[in-house]
């Protein structure tokens, strides 16, 4: 982490920050300065409570299962008032073998896929965009598996299509807020070596998290969707 840099996102709320990829962005961000709330499901003792012991005022956790639409409101109603710089969506999941075949998955290993990495994200990005600033950022935690331009091997099948389907639904809500100055941003970190990415994943965590968060906090105050790997290239559609 690179602790001699200050972040322009004073205030970042985090979703799905109790361990991996989210839970290190939480680390990111304390380390430049800024103050965070990290949101986890339960009461289980996470990473991010034993970070949060360490970092004492600067981490506040939160608890949301984006998948419950009534958590999300009340979420959004116990931090009404407040501003964030920054709202960094990361929480998704992935239920099924690389090499698994769409058609062969069982329905509701399709369902709970779709609904938590699509539906239960955009909803939260409707019901928590009125906590960022107007010049602020809202970034949702997409993949490079999500690029239907790059899917030259296959394999990922229904966790490509569930990002895809999530890139979708931000342009669509990016059209409705075009005339808005906020960052939106989808952001692909790379195969990580997380509970998620598994240990054959090509990056570890601290070669992918500070570039991303090096690239969310160089777009701030560019108006408008990008879709963007951790070093800040373009990813195509």
Known sequence: MDTHTTSPNRTVLVIGASRGLGEAIVEEYVARGSRVVGTVRG?????LHAFAERAGDAVEIEHVDITKRDEVDALSRR??????DLLFIVAGIALVPRNAIAADILDDEFERMMYTNVLSV????EALDDLVAPDGTIAVMSSGQGSVANNHTGGFEVYRASKAALNQLMRSYAARHDSEDRTLLLTAPGWVQTD?????ATLRIEESIPPLVDTVDAQRGAAGL??????GETVPW
């Not at 931090?79 to 964030?84: E, M």
């Open 196 to 200: 998620m990415g598994g240990s054959g």
């Open 226 to 231: 990008q879709y963007l790997d951790r070093n």
């Open 122 to 125: 955009i909803r939260t990005v």
């Open 79 to 84: 931090l009404s008032g407040r501003t964030f």
């Open 43 to 47: 009461d289980a003792p996470t990473p």
